[in-house]
T-cell receptor, first 114, second 111 residues
């Protein structure tokens, strides 16, 4: 069974631009969660989507948004990029939602904002 | 607000040693606790998931225990190997269904 895939793996953007990251979950998994990992703040929860609906949201500004498609693939968008948005963005999929099922992570997208 | 602390932050041991990594959480009302390992620059690999009704889980040389009343979980690694070198993270899932991660324990096992 193929694992969680994320594209692109690396990205360099300029302040003020916007970016879209993609995540394809393990086949059969209906929940996709997004996380931001930085050296300063560690791993922080962004949001979770389950059956195309956002079920939960972490403490991030509205510039961070996401969506999920009917095939469970998910995208995350960050608008008006700031230097502090430089991070490793990870997505994780699970069979069920709410974090109560085991989560499987993708390799991440390394975003650098200059 | 849930806070998760992992001690020690870093650990360097010779191959063959048995290890204990600690994870403590401030709010004992959790649904589960999950242990992960992360290799440099990569995503997380799930190791063990302990539901709130369970006391421990085992997989190969790994054993994780959960004591909700004391707000603690431990990950025991038996007979450590150089391939175990990685950062180990724990995550507690609380009532908000938002997982809170610790900062991790960076483990180096040298031959």
């Amino acid at each position: 069974k193929a694992g969680v895939t994320q594209t692109p793996r690396y990205l360099i953007k300029t302040r003020g631009q916007q970016v879209t990251l993609s995540c394809s979950p393990i086949s059969g998994h209906r929940s996709v969660s997004w996380y931001q990992q930085t050296p300063g703040q560690g791993l922080q929860f962004l949001f979770e989507y389950f059956s195309e609906t956002q079920r939960n949201k972490g403490n991030f500004p509205g510039r961070f948004s996401g969506r999920q498609f009917s095939n469970s693939r998910s995208e995350m968008n960050v608008s008006t990029l700031e230097l502090g948005d430089s991070a490793l963005y990870l997505c994780a999929s699970s069979w069920g939602g709410g974090g109560t099922y085991e989560q499987y992570f993708g390799p991440g997208t390394r975003l650098t904002v200059t | 607000k849930q806070e998760v602390t992992q001690i020690p932050a870093a650990l360097s041991v010779p191959e063959g040693e048995n290890l204990v990594l600690n994870c403590s959480f401030t709010d004992s009302a959790i649904y589960n606790l999950q242990w992960f390992r992360q290799d440099p620059g990569k995503g997380l690999t799930s190791l063990l998931l302990i539901q709130s009704s369970q006391r421990e889980q085992t997989s190969g040389r790994l054993n994780a225990s959960l004591d909700k009343s004391s707000g603690r979980s431990t990950l025991y690694i038996a007979a450590s190997q150089p391939g175990d070198s990685a950062t180990y993270l724990c995550a507690a899932l609380g009532g908000s269904y938002i997982p809170t991660f610790g900062r991790g324990t960076s483990l180096i096992v040298h031959p």
